[in-house]
């Protein structure tokens, strides 16, 4: 059986774990919320550190929040001296953070690939997941039976970095995109449509995108429970741009919908799905 430890078993973790476990797959998980560990019965193990939900395991994925918790994962992991280990590291982060784990860790004997993913919580949830690998072929493949148990689709894409690349040029377009899918629902229904109705016809039309259809039943229903919460988006909005801006590349439209996010923040909805966006130009309507 394979053993696959999980450091941060927050909304994206969490699903992945169940998923992992449903696939027949022994998981020690690890957060810093002990109520999360609810996501591992009842099969699962809870460990006590992420250097604990290490030991054992074939190989470790971390999905984790900012950079001050990829630090101590790194620092956990190798006080348990856990040569030879594989860890796909999930998260969205800048890809120098990313570069310092990796180097911290092959000192430990450990490998470390950048492994973002494409996807909400709520596709996590049914394995409708991307995995933008890069890193080591050897250790890439050594991992490919526990991407298969949680995610839809693996793409390689080689040399350390090029995965967090790929899911920035991703984000980006997730961001125009949800933004966009505000606009046309919040004009939609100020113009009298029905707001399910405009979901289902723009769906089946030319103005569809995969956004779209996740992000616009929240519009038009207005639960907006986060599968993604605005605080954390944020921090992958300032990724972008400062990715962007190191390459000289102009980035007009994702620009424009920077404020957008930031008046959703500022308006208390940081806990909320990106979809409350819709709130904003709502609010922002004369009508």
């Not at 909005?237 to 801006?245: C, E, H, N």
């Amino acid at each position: 059986m394979t053993t696959v430890g999980i450091v941060g078993l927050g909304i994206m973790g969490g699903a992945i774990a169940r998923n992992l476990l449903a696939a027949g797959m022994q998981v020690r998980g690890y957060d810093v919320d002990a109520s999360r560990f609810e996501v591992l019965k009842p099969n699962g193990v809870a460990a006590t550190s992420a250097g604990a939900a290490a030991q054992g395991a074939d190989v470790v994925l971390s999905s984790l929040p900012s950079i001050k918790a990829l630090g101590e994962t790194v620092t956990s992991l190798l006080a348990v001296k856990a040569s030879g280990l594989v860890v796909a590291e999930l998260s969205t982060l800048p890809i120098d953070a990313k570069e310092k784990a990796r180097a911290a860790l092959a000192g430990g004997g450990i490998t470390l690939l950048d492994c973002p993913l494409s996807g909400t919580g709520a596709q996590a949830v049914t394995r409708d997941l991307a995995v933008y690998a890069s890193g080591e072929r050897a250790a890439y493949d050594r991992a490919g039976p526990v991407f298969r148990g949680f995610a839809r689709v693996t793409h390689y894409l080689g040399g350390f970095g090029n995965g967090s690349k790929m899911k920035f040029i991703a984000n980006l377009l997730v961001a125009v995109h949800n933004v966009a899918s505000a606009e046309a629902m919040v004009l939609g229904t100020k113009a009298g449509l029905d707001p399910d109705t405009i979901v289902k016809v723009i769906a089946s039309g030319a103005g569809n995108s995969r956004v779209f259809e996740l992000r616009a039943p929240l519009m038009a229903s207005g639960d907006y429970a986060p599968t993604m919460k605005i605080d954390i988006w944020q921090k992958d909005m300032a990724i972008i741009a400062d990715f962007a801006k190191a390459l000289g590349v102009p980035i007009p439209t994702f620009a424009a919908s920077a404020p957008i996010y930031d008046a959703a923040q500022a308006a208390g909805f940081g806990g909320e799905d990106t979809a409350a966006v819709a709130k904003v130009l709502a609010a922002q309507s004369k009508k």
